[in-house]
């Protein structure tokens, strides 16, 4: 390689191997049917599930297709703002961008009457004594504070009632709410 | 024959040794470094390969898109054919199985295949954990996704507490065996393993698998081609499947995708039963609790006596009659979209009597397996040191 001519003011530099150059993208997001329906009852405070044509499953939140046969889900049900844990995590690492106290539970919580669960903040619960199977219920933020996000309900926590025992918690549970015949 | 057609083997493998930060080199040096020790091996020039085959977690990784096309030249690309796969974790997995196929379906001879992954310039963790407009943001990188999973076979099977740091405590002594791992900890004990913290409980800090930066490469001929090898690893089954992350009924444990998926593999290879048959295998388990729960999901055992195998000692290179994850596995080493790809190349380099101190002796099936997203996709393949008789 034919050698360089570095200026003797930079001769004796380390050289640059890397450099990191953040960037920064802005975007404008549109929902489909489904997800605009869910949200702008969600800034009412009520939860919809949708119902598959095929089997009548209930999904929250709707997502507009049922994800194991791609029909068109386009109607909706009012869902009641308790459900259960179906399983969870205890995590003990930050999320950036949000303040939670460490550790905090993550919990697949399937509302009553749901087939599917989503993925939400537990509180007012030590981590030791939550459960597969456990009640919860929504804690809703104030309702001059409620607006179209998804953080319009702040936890869920426990309502105390008994637990869904373990082989009909989450997933496991939907051999006795459903049909039982497309998984068998 | 798998696939149908014709007959694929593998007559040359490369991987670049694993650490978290290669700063020495750039991502197209990193997958050269690979490709060029895959060609060594196979006694192969550049203007042997026919086509390229490339694979690697998403783009948005490391923020580059569509590397392939930026990593063409340094694989020697350029004026040939070059796909790019995209299967999540598994695509080292998948990206192989894409190779084969050019080769089984006649296509091409003589197939250049490499998976890589540089997270020393990206932030995987976080990567998996973009806030999605209007969800809720709570799921802290991959151990808080699968933890709530790990937790239900622990429940459902009750397990002991500890096997998941028995896997973990095992695959860093295999670890120690391969020069190329990442993570290399001769002092570790089995109650440092214990007593690591609780990241995402149940699963310990030492019970996750590194961030690392690391490509692997295989070269995949044709019948012909194979003949001038002294020893190559002929591919007897693959087969890839894919699922939903979340529909009613899911088993989120054992998933439908992962059962069919072994079972196309077993009989296409013609495995009746695998654990006696296969002789090493490399498994994708990121998070320790996955191998008992693969090993029960691909048939190496009944549902529920996965963790027994691990109890047992049976998966451990020194005296286990099916040991898994020779190298150290992605628990030691993890550029994730190699990840996959260096399960597939192991399991062709046992069979090929080429895994040095990690060397299983007399091994002459082996098996790669790898799966990704949500544990919603699946590739897998059976090689052996024999050609298929079928």
């Given at each position: 390689m034919p050698e360089i001519n570095v200026p003797s003011s930079i001769k004796d530099l380390e050289q640059v191997q890397s450099v990191r150059t953040p960037i920064r993208m802005e975007y404008t997001f549109t929902p489909g049917v489904a997800a605009q329906t869910y949200l702008r009852e969600f800034a009412n405070k009520k939860i919809l599930g949708a119902v598959s044509p095929v089997d009548g499953a209930v999904l929250?939140?709707?997502?507009?297709?049922?994800?194991?046969?791609?029909?068109?889900?386009d109607e909706f049900v009012e869902m009641p703002h308790t459900g259960h844990i179906g399983s969870f995590c205890v995590t003990n690492v930050p999320i950036p961008g949000r303040e939670l106290e460490l550790p905090y539970i993550s919990a697949w919580i399937f509302l009553d009457g749901a087939d599917i669960g989503f993925l939400n903040l537990v509180a007012e619960c030590p981590p030791e004594e939550c459960r597969i199977g456990m009640r919860v219920e929504a804690v809703w933020k104030p309702d001059d504070e409620?607006?179209?996000?998804?953080?319009?309900?702040l936890y869920w926590r426990p309502t105390g009632e008994p637990d869904l025992p373990f082989d009909e918690?989450?997933?496991?549970g939907w051999h006795v709410r459903g049909d039982g015949e497309s998984d068998a | 024959m798998a696939a149908g057609g014709e007959l694929a083997a593998v007559v040359g493998v490369g991987m670049t040794k694993f650490?978290?930060?290669?700063?020495?080199?750039s991502m197209p040096g990193l997958v050269r470094e690979a490709a060029e020790r895959a060609l060594k091996d196979a006694e192969m020039?550049?203007?042997?390969?026919?086509a390229v085959v490339m694979g690697k977690a998403?783009?948005?990784?490391?923020?580059?898109?569509?590397?392939e096309i930026f990593l063409g030249e340094a694989l020697g690309a350029v004026g040939k054919p070059m796909l790019r796969v995209h299967t999540a974790g598994s695509v080292g997995g998948s990206t192989a199985l894409v190779a084969a196929s050019l080769v089984h379906s006649g296509v091409h001879e003589r197939v250049l295949t490499v998976a890589w992954e540089k997270q020393s310039e990206s932030n995987a963790m976080w990567a998996l954990s973009l806030k999605q407009p209007?969800?809720?943001?709570i799921n802290a990188g991959a151990g808080g996704y699968f933890s709530p999973i790990i937790r239900q076979y622990m429940e459902e099977t009750?397990?002991?507490?500890l096997i998941g740091c028995m896997v973990a405590f095992k695959d860093r002594q295999h670890a120690l065996?391969?020069?190329?791992?990442?993570?290399?900890?001769?002092?570790?004990t089995f109650d440092q393993v214990v007593e690591s913290p609780m990241l995402w409980e149940p699963i310990r800090y030492s019970e996750t698998c590194p961030s690392s930066d690391g490509a692997a490469a295989m070269v995949i001929v044709n019948e012909t081609e194979a003949?001038?090898?002294?020893?190559p690893a002929w591919i007897h089954a693959g087969a890839m499947r894919s699922e939903a992350n979340?529909?009613?009924?899911?088993?989120?444990?054992?998933p439908q995708a992962s059962r069919e998926c072994a079972s196309d593999l077993w009989n296409q290879a013609g495995i009746k039963n695998p654990r006696e048959e296969i002789d090493v295998a490399e498994i994708y388990v990121?998070?320790?609790?996955y191998e008992p729960m693969w090993l029960e999901s691909l048939g190496f055992?009944?549902?529920?006596d996965g963790w027994k195998l691990v109890e047992s000692g049976?998966?451990?290179?020194?005296?286990?009659?099916?040991?898994?994850?020779?190298?150290?596995g992605v628990l030691s080493s993890n550029p994730i979209g190699a990840s996959g790809m260096i399960r597939f190349a192991e399991a062709a380099l046992q069979v090929r009597g080429?895994?040095?101190?990690?060397q299983v002796e007399g091994a002459r099936k082996a098996m790669g397996h790898a799966y990704g997203g949500g544990a919603q996709y699946f590739a897998m393949w059976v090689v052996g040191k024999d050609k298929p008789t079928t």
């Amino acid at each position: 390689m034919p050698e360089i001519n570095v200026p003797s003011s930079i001769k004796d530099l380390e050289q640059v191997q890397s450099v990191r150059t953040p960037i920064r993208m802005e975007y404008t997001f549109t929902p489909g049917v489904a997800a605009q329906t869910y949200l702008r009852e969600f800034a009412n405070k009520k939860i919809l599930g949708a119902v598959s044509p095929v089997d009548g499953a209930v999904l929250v939140p709707p997502r507009g297709a049922d994800p194991r046969y791609g029909a068109l889900c386009d109607e909706f049900v009012e869902m009641p703002h308790t459900g259960h844990i179906g399983s969870f995590c205890v995590t003990n690492v930050p999320i950036p961008g949000r303040e939670l106290e460490l550790p905090y539970i993550s919990a697949w919580i399937f509302l009553d009457g749901a087939d599917i669960g989503f993925l939400n903040l537990v509180a007012e619960c030590p981590p030791e004594e939550c459960r597969i199977g456990m009640r919860v219920e929504a804690v809703w933020k104030p309702d001059d504070e409620i607006g179209m996000t998804a953080e319009n309900i702040l936890y869920w926590r426990p309502t105390g009632e008994p637990d869904l025992p373990f082989d009909e918690a989450g997933v496991r549970g939907w051999h006795v709410r459903g049909d039982g015949e497309s998984d068998a | 024959m798998a696939a149908g057609g014709e007959l694929a083997a593998v007559v040359g493998v490369g991987m670049t040794k694993f650490s978290a930060t290669r700063g020495d080199v750039s991502m197209p040096g990193l997958v050269r470094e690979a490709a060029e020790r895959a060609l060594k091996d196979a006694e192969m020039e550049w203007e042997d390969i026919d086509a390229v085959v490339m694979g690697k977690a998403p783009d948005f990784f490391e923020g580059v898109m569509m590397p392939e096309i930026f990593l063409g030249e340094a694989l020697g690309a350029v004026g040939k054919p070059m796909l790019r796969v995209h299967t999540a974790g598994s695509v080292g997995g998948s990206t192989a199985l894409v190779a084969a196929s050019l080769v089984h379906s006649g296509v091409h001879e003589r197939v250049l295949t490499v998976a890589w992954e540089k997270q020393s310039e990206s932030n995987a963790m976080w990567a998996l954990s973009l806030k999605q407009p209007f969800q809720v943001s709570i799921n802290a990188g991959a151990g808080g996704y699968f933890s709530p999973i790990i937790r239900q076979y622990m429940e459902e099977t009750q397990a002991p507490e500890l096997i998941g740091c028995m896997v973990a405590f095992k695959d860093r002594q295999h670890a120690l065996l391969n020069p190329y791992a990442h993570l290399h900890q001769p002092d570790l004990t089995f109650d440092q393993v214990v007593e690591s913290p609780m990241l995402w409980e149940p699963i310990r800090y030492s019970e996750t698998c590194p961030s690392s930066d690391g490509a692997a490469a295989m070269v995949i001929v044709n019948e012909t081609e194979a003949k001038k090898s002294a020893n190559p690893a002929w591919i007897h089954a693959g087969a890839m499947r894919s699922e939903a992350n979340n529909f009613p009924g899911r088993d989120e444990v054992n998933p439908q995708a992962s059962r069919e998926c072994a079972s196309d593999l077993w009989n296409q290879a013609g495995i009746k039963n695998p654990r006696e048959e296969i002789d090493v295998a490399e498994i994708y388990v990121p998070f320790s609790w996955y191998e008992p729960m693969w090993l029960e999901s691909l048939g190496f055992c009944e549902r529920g006596d996965g963790w027994k195998l691990v109890e047992s000692g049976a998966t451990h290179i020194d005296g286990g009659d099916l040991p898994i994850n020779c190298s150290g596995g992605v628990l030691s080493s993890n550029p994730i979209g190699a990840s996959g790809m260096i399960r597939f190349a192991e399991a062709a380099l046992q069979v090929r009597g080429m895994a040095g101190e990690h060397q299983v002796e007399g091994a002459r099936k082996a098996m790669g397996h790898a799966y990704g997203g949500g544990a919603q996709y699946f590739a897998m393949w059976v090689v052996g040191k024999d050609k298929p008789t079928t």
